[in-house]
Nanobody, 122 residues
Framework: VQLQASGGGSVQAGGSLRLSCAAS????????MGWFRQATGKEREFVAA????????YYADSVKDRFSVSRDNAKNTLDLQMNSLKAEDTAVYYC????????????????WGQGTLVTVSS
């Protein structure tokens, strides 16, 4: 599966952005999907994940109650709605797919999008 992330940009603190990830090559419903981010000089970290059918979602504590992950398997898309953005949310955001169990560890994900930059100014 090939993944293409989009929707990044610059926003002021308190603002919102919606990231999207379009999949091609294979149906998205085969995969647990995740969003990860990597700030300059830091390790890639878990943001959110969603089960194959979208019935279960998981969030990092740092984004819980502010971010919302969703998927549309019919359209082969994954979204991340980000509200109440903070300066510390600034990072390159990646979507990822795993045919197995997924989870919070980025190392288990097999397929990655190219990343989209989110910059939040305070």
């Amino acid at each position: 599966v090939q993944l293409q992330a989009s929707g990044g940009g610059s926003v002021q603190a308190g603002g919102s952005l919606r990231l999207s990830c379009a999949a091609s090559g294979r149906t998205l419903s085969r995969y647990v999907m995740g969003w990860f981010r990597q700030a300059t000089g830091k390790e890639r970290e878990f943001v959110a994940a969603i089960s194959r059918d979208g019935g279960s979602t998981y969030y990092a504590d740092s984004v819980k109650d502010r971010f919302s992950v969703s998927r549309d398997n019919a359209k082969n898309t994954l979204d991340l709605q980000m509200n109440s953005l903070k300066a510390e949310d600034t990072a390159v955001y990646y979507c990822a797919a795993d045919p197995d169990r997924g989870g919070r560890n980025y190392r288990v994900y097999d397929y990655w999008g190219q990343g989209t930059l989110v910059t939040v100014s305070s």
